[in-house]
């Protein structure tokens, strides 16, 4: 099997989506010298491979394509997160150099960012659907920031309340209906 290799740089990963993808993706997971390693393998297919596909133009004749593997490393450097990814076209029996845009690359992002939004958005509701406290809107939003480590990202409860009711107000697909720029700064993050 061959397997070319895209490299995610310059742009910069946002680390909340790499926490993200990490729990939320299957795939194979393996520890080493205290950074977490995960393989995805992503259909062609699915979601995301069409996506992909879209984006990385093949020849007709290759034939032998199987699948995107999106490769993710993360560890840590003191009290900060170090993270790389990478994107590996996988063949049968080929190889073919796949050239991403620096535009492509954050379209990537930001539809990952709008899955993260969304995902948000509904998991706030669902808890506070089973939920009878007074608290329970801010309850939500402390445990999803915690499942996804988003105060160690510069996070706060108030920033992801504005979010919150933003999307509420505004609908939450309105984030696949408008072409927002992918803003690291969204959340008063830089």
Not at 40 to 53: A, Q, R
Request: proline share 2%; hydrophobic share 35%; net charge positive.
């Amino acid at each position: 099997m061959y397997c070319n290799i895209i490299r995610l740089k310059p742009i910069e990963v946002p680390g909340y989506l790499i926490s993200f993808i990490l729990k939320e993706c299957d795939g194979v997971s393996m520890l080493k010298n205290g950074g977490e390693y995960k393989q995805i393998l992503i259909e062609p297919k699915s979601v995301l491979g069409h996506f992909l596909n879209s984006r990385h133009k093949k020849p007709a004749d290759l034939e032998a394509f199987k699948e995107y593997c999106l490769t993710i490393y993360s560890n840590r450097k003191g009290e900060k997160k170090v993270v790389s990814t990478d994107i590996i076209n996988l063949y049968n029996s080929s190889e073919f150099s796949v050239d991403w845009s620096f535009d492509d690359i954050e379209a990537f992002y930001k539809m990952l960012d709008s899955f993260f939004r969304t995902y948000f958005v509904f998991f706030v509701r669902g808890y506070c659907k089973g939920s009878s406290s007074r608290r329970k809107i801010k309850e939500a939003i402390n445990v999803f920031c915690d499942m996804y480590d988003l105060y160690e990202f510069g996070y706060s409860y108030n920033t992801m309340r504005i979010m919150y009711f933003r999307y509420t107000n505004n609908g939450v697909m309105s984030l696949f209906q408008n072409n927002n720029s992918l803003n690291f700064g969204f959340f008063g993050v830089t």
